[in-house]
């Protein structure tokens, strides 16, 4: 059997979907392991899933107000990715130095997008990799435009695309490019050949293959989208870190009574809250529906909020135990999250912070599962009467029980895990 790399930064949301491919490829007999920051050892180490240290400056961010003071620069619309960007890469030449290291004997590397050092370690020690996607918006495919948080505006001019699409891109590609010196400057450092691509864009594609990790049925396949891309489906995962006398007491919650609207963020948006939770439970209230909160680490995003027979208030639950009891499922529109609600079959109302999730939200309306609305426009009075008529609407329920069921029929893990087998054996 062989033995892979997993190379991974981000959030959850963005571990979670190698962890499932991680588990798949052991069950079948490979020897994974997963390279990534300290912030993720535990959750990783905890599925006995071998985890390797690759020093990056997301190791600093271990208590809730680090976190929420990097995800509240992460999501500003406007600087955002630069700050993601030289974040990392402002710690690349350690990232690199050990990401070399971990690739000692291993057969194969399956690289996610922002492990910068990856296609450069996988070149100079000529070990095949294979680089994935997880959302289509990050293809930016001039075809299939996505919503870009800076610029929403634009989809009111689509009918230009692709000629004013190929233009912007152009632009998005010339203006971050600086944002990537440190890498350029480590392959001069060790006299290596300066990346074949834009870091951030088509050089991190690999030319042994992609892997796109949604479903078809979530997005089409674009002309534009890098040579050799498999879409897989969603490699769908959930850890359980609540204390079982919690997940009980939410049990018992949901048995009391009618199915539940369920208000989550994921984990990112999460720790930015603000008064999502105040208006969500107003929400449930002036509509006389029960509900659960998913309010993450900052209790101050729930503050005066009291619950009671009617709303149920708990920092973390795994997706999976949770969602398929749901009348409505209210969360940001991360692809993680909207995975579980997408398998759990129920309706949608994505509430997009920043990122993929204004597309991934457009995305939902387009399969006739639910609505997005803005977050800036998330108030009692626009959200009630969206959030009545999907509660209402029973062709909402009954397309999302019909996508649902071909989502979790079409298991994104094994089949992501079919096409690394393929590769090994070539």
């Not at 993601?84 to 690199?96: A, F, K, P």
């Not at 309010?295 to 709303?311: C, F, L, R, T, V």
């Not at 006739?368 to 029973?394: C, F, H, M, W």
Request: include cysteine.
């Amino acid at each position: 059997m062989a033995k892979i790399l997993i190379t991974c930064f981000g959030s959850l949301g963005d571990l979670y979907p190698y962890v499932s491919l991680a588990k798949t490829l052991q069950m079948r007999g490979h020897d994974v392991s997963i390279g990534s920051s300290t912030i993720f050892m535990s959750q990783i180490e905890s599925e006995k899933i071998p985890f390797i240290h690759l020093h990056s400056p997301l190791d600093q961010y271990t208590t809730p107000e680090k976190v929420r003071s990097f995800v509240s620069q992460a999501f500003d619309k406007v600087k955002g990715g630069e700050f993601i960007t030289r974040t990392l890469m402002s710690g690349i030449e350690e990232t690199y130095v050990d990401t070399l290291n971990a690739m000692e004997s291993v057969d194969l590397v399956i690289s996610n997008p922002m492990a910068y050092a990856t296609p450069i370690a996988c070149r100079e020690q000529k070990v095949p990799w294979l680089s994935t996607i997880l959302a289509p918006m990050f293809f930016l495919s001039v075809y299939e435009p996505p919503i870009i948080s800076p610029a929403p505006w634009l989809r009111k001019i689509h009918r230009f695309s692709p000629p004013l699409y190929r233009g912007l891109f152009k632009l998005i590609k010339s203006a971050s490019k600086p944002w990537t010196k440190p890498l350029y400057k480590l392959c001069e450092n060790h006299q290596l050949p300066p990346p074949v691509a834009h870091p951030i864009f088509e050089g991190q594609y690999s030319p042994f293959g992609t892997l796109a990790m949604f479903p078809d049925t979530f997005a089409e396949a674009q002309p534009d989208w890098p040579v050799n891309t498999v879409m897989t489906g969603f490699p769908l995962f959930s850890s359980e870190a609540t204390r079982q006398t919690e997940v009980e007491n939410l049990q018992l919650f949901i048995d009391d009574g009618d199915s539940p609207i369920v208000f989550a963020l994921g984990s990112s948006a999460v720790n930015i809250a603000e008064d999502f939770y105040i208006i969500s439970a107003a929400i449930a209230r002036k509509l006389n529906k029960r509900a659960v909160l998913v309010y993450g680490e900052h209790e101050d995003q729930i503050k005066g909020i009291e619950s009671g027979s009617d709303i149920f208030t708990i920092n973390y639950v795994a997706y999976e135990k949770l969602f398929p009891y749901a009348s409505l499922i209210v969360h940001q529109g991360g692809i993680g999250t909207l995975a579980q609600s997408l398998a759990a079959q129920c309706p949608v109302l994505v509430i997009p912070f920043g990122f993929d999730q204004f597309d991934n939200g457009e995305r939902i309306e387009k399969l006739g599962v639910g609505k997005y609305l803005p977050r800036d426009q998330y108030n009692v009075e626009n959200s009630t009467a969206l959030i009545e008529e999907l509660l209402s609407e029973p062709h909402y329920r009954e397309r999302a029980k019909s996508i649902g069921k071909m989502i979790k029929y079409d298991d994104g893990a094994a089949n992501a895990s079919d096409v690394i087998e393929q590769m090994l054996e070539l």
